[in-house]
């Protein structure tokens, strides 16, 4: 089955530790998306990717890092710069940017510890 | 980029009922989107509809669309417990969705 797979699941954060989260996709998508969701709150952006090689930040794009090596894989790094990282984090990819259906994975939750 | 900002923020319905959420935007839109989230899950693409399209079905729902008014619809008819969820809007006019944060249906049984 074609999707998007991100891991893990649940994910624990000491205070100054980066942590990656891992989203993948078999969907032969171009573009790839992550966003932060608090609870009761809506997605916001963190960064997108329309090809390999390439991404642009979104709306708090501060305290996170990505690469875009290959058209599968979009990793998102949680610095230690980001004082508030406990979140829902969605990764999401469409056919191409913009104006195309996004299909979401099924998030990763990070925890401070 | 802009903001669909849905309401209203929570509605609860017996089943069998209709559930009707609105979104509004403030600027011109290529075109609209709603999703689905099932609580502690990834959203859902449910339906897009055309800056030039007015009405679209799909099963149990109705999407409206007046760019008019900068006002989009979803209806859901006949609802059923597994329609619990939280729906979002999402109106397009860049290279990005911007989410709102959603309306919250409760289907009771």
């Known amino acids: 089955d074609g999707g998007i797979t991100q891991s893990p699941k649940y994910l624990f954060r000491k205070e100054g530790q980066n942590v990656t989260l891992s989203c993948e996709q078999n969907l032969n998508h171009d573009a790839m998306y992550w966003y932060r969701q608090d609870p009761g709150q809506g997605l916001r952006l963190i960064y997108y990717?329309?090809?390999?090689?390439?991404?642009q930040k979104g709306d708090i794009a501060e305290g996170y890092s990505v690469s875009r090596e290959k058209k599968e894989s979009f990793p998102l790094t949680v610095t230690s710069a980001q004082k508030n990282p406990t979140a829902f984090y969605l990764c999401a990819s469409s056919m191409m940017a913009g104006y195309q259906p996004q299909h979401f994975g099924d998030g990763t939750r990070l925890s401070i510890l | 980029s802009q903001q669909g900002e849905e309401d209203p923020q929570a509605l609860s319905i017996q089943e069998g009922e209709n559930a009707t959420m609105n979104c509004s935007y403030k600027?011109?839109?290529?075109?609209l989107q709603w999703y689905r989230q099932n609580s502690g899950r990834g959203l859902v693409h449910l339906i897009l509809?055309?800056?030039?399209?007015r009405e679209k079905h799909s099963g149990r729902l109705r999407v409206t669309l007046d760019t008019s008014k900068k006002s989009s619809s979803l209806l859901i008819t006949a609802s059923r417990a597994a329609d619990t969820a939280s729906y979002f809007c999402a109106p397009i006019n860049t290279d990005k969705l911007i989410f709102g944060t959603g309306t919250r249906l409760q289907v009771f049984p």
């Open positions: 509809i055309r800056s030039n399209e």
């Open positions: 990717s329309q090809i390999v090689n390439d991404f």
């Open positions: 600027t011109s839109i290529n075109n």
